[in-house]
């Protein structure tokens, strides 16, 4: 039934009008039987009670309002019942809900097996980032940043490789083009060591100093099994009246006994970096064999791990031209710097350094 089937009325004797108006009740009762589902009961109610187009707008248009002065009582009081009763079968569908039907088409089966959700996890690199904090946290040692992208005083100068000294050559990196009227030390690069955070964390605050410093590095350096040209590194400085080689030796033999175990053994050998003086490789006993000599190892018991040393005299002498307490005569520190990939690698039993980056869900899920 649509509005053009609602005739105009020709006679208006009871008879008439109850026929007319039995006919319309019967098609609401059974639109409403049909009803199974909330869309249904919303298109229910605009079918017959919408304001412009609804059927009993209709019906009020065409018998109501078209019915002569005497018919209108009769015809008012059967419209009223009329309406009362789409009403009423509106409201009872509303309320009792979708039939048995509409729900046996959205019922799900609860013995099937569920969606599963990925968790995420932690990347290995950043795993291992923490972890490295996390242990110097705990000595009281605070975490820095610094930028990436460097000026060639922070990343090289003021860590004590002069303008043309060969030292810069073991660190070629990437330059922003087109900067030749700039003073090469104000030159942007971006950054290959984390060592420029140490240098600002000193302009930045007085003596004394113990901090840790995570971050990505990079680096002119060909990819292959065990090098990349971004990769990670943790810096550490310390700086204190009365800082000593042992306080370093002290420190970093608990650091490397509290990432890879207690029973974990560490050698020093000299070395040499342009901001240390001495210097030092850490090497600690290998965490594969034990010390007894294996494939990892290349049969020494041995593996190189960070480098250190004591701050450089030079290096306080630049820090001391923003804060004066920097006096090499009056304060020394040590520092030191790992590369977190190096030691995910071990931790994990990682060979390639490139399924770090690979992004690969079948490696990365080993992490979850
Ligand atoms: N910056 C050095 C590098 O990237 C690592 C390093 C060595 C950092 C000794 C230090 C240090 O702070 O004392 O090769």
Same mark, same amino acid.
């Given at each position: 039934m649509t509005n053009d089937d609602i005739p105009n009325l020709t006679a208006f004797d009871d008879a008439a009008l109850d026929k007319a108006f039995g006919a319309v009740e019967q098609q609401a009762k059974s639109d409403a039987a049909a009803i199974d589902g909330p869309q249904a009961v919303e298109a229910f109610r605009l079918r017959w009670l919408g304001r412009k187009q609804g059927l009993l707008k209709e019906i009020s248009t065409r018998w109501l309002k078209a019915s002569p002065v005497e018919a209108r009582k009769p015809v008012g009081?059967?419209?009223?019942?009329?309406? !009362?009763?789409?009403?009423?079968?509106?409201?009872?569908? +509303?309320v009792t809900g979708p039939t048995d039907a509409a729900l046996a088409a959205e019922a799900i089966d609860i013995t099937l097996p569920g969606t599963r959700r990925l968790t995420g996890a932690e990347h290995p690199i950043t795993r291992t980032l923490n972890e490295i904090t996390r242990v110097f946290a705990a000595l009281g040692y605070s975490v820095g940043v610094g930028p990436e992208v460097e000026t060639d005083f922070y990343n090289f100068e003021s860590m004590n490789f002069p303008p043309g000294h060969p030292a810069r050559d073991t660190q070629d990196t990437l330059v922003v083009a087109n900067q030749d009227r700039r003073p090469l030390r104000d030159r942007l690069l971006l950054r290959t060591h984390t060592s420029p955070v140490q240098m600002r964390t000193m302009e930045s605050q007085p003596p004394p100093v113990r901090i840790i410093i995570p971050g990505k590095v990079h680096r002119n350096d060909a990819q292959d099994a065990t090098h990349s @040209?971004?990769?990670?590194?943790?810096?550490?400085? /310390?700086?204190?009246?009365?800082?000593?080689?042992?306080?370093?030796?002290?420190?970093?033999?608990?650091?490397?006994? !509290?990432?890879?175990?207690?029973?974990?053994?560490?050698?020093?050998? @000299?070395?040499?970096? @342009?901001?240390?003086? @001495? +210097?030092?490789?850490?090497?600690?006993? /290998?965490?594969? /064999?034990?010390?007894?000599? /294996?494939?990892? =190892?290349?049969? +020494?018991?041995?593996?190189?791990?960070?480098? =250190?040393?004591?701050?450089?005299? !030079?290096?306080? !002498?630049?820090a001391a031209q923003k804060q004066p307490a920097y006096d090499p005569k009056k304060i020394s520190g040590f520092a030191f710097g790992m590369g977190a990939e190096r030691i995910a690698m071990m931790k994990y039993g990682i060979s390639e350094i490139g399924q770090l980056y690979a992004g690969d869900m079948r490696f990365l899920g080993q992490f979850v």
């Open positions: 009081e059967r419209f009223k019942t009329l309406q !009362a009763l789409v009403e009423g079968l509106l409201e009872q569908s +509303s @040209p971004i990769f990670h590194q943790v810096e550490g400085l /310390c700086v204190d009246s009365n800082i000593t080689f042992s306080d370093l030796k002290g420190t970093l033999d608990h650091a490397m006994k !509290a990432l890879f175990g207690s029973s974990v053994k560490t050698r020093f050998f @000299p070395s040499f970096f @342009p901001f240390t003086e @001495p +210097s030092a490789d850490v090497q600690i006993s /290998c965490i594969f /064999c034990g010390g007894n000599g /294996c494939r990892k =190892c290349k049969n +020494s018991g041995w593996i190189e791990l960070l480098g =250190c040393g004591m701050v450089d005299p !030079a290096v306080f !002498a630049f």
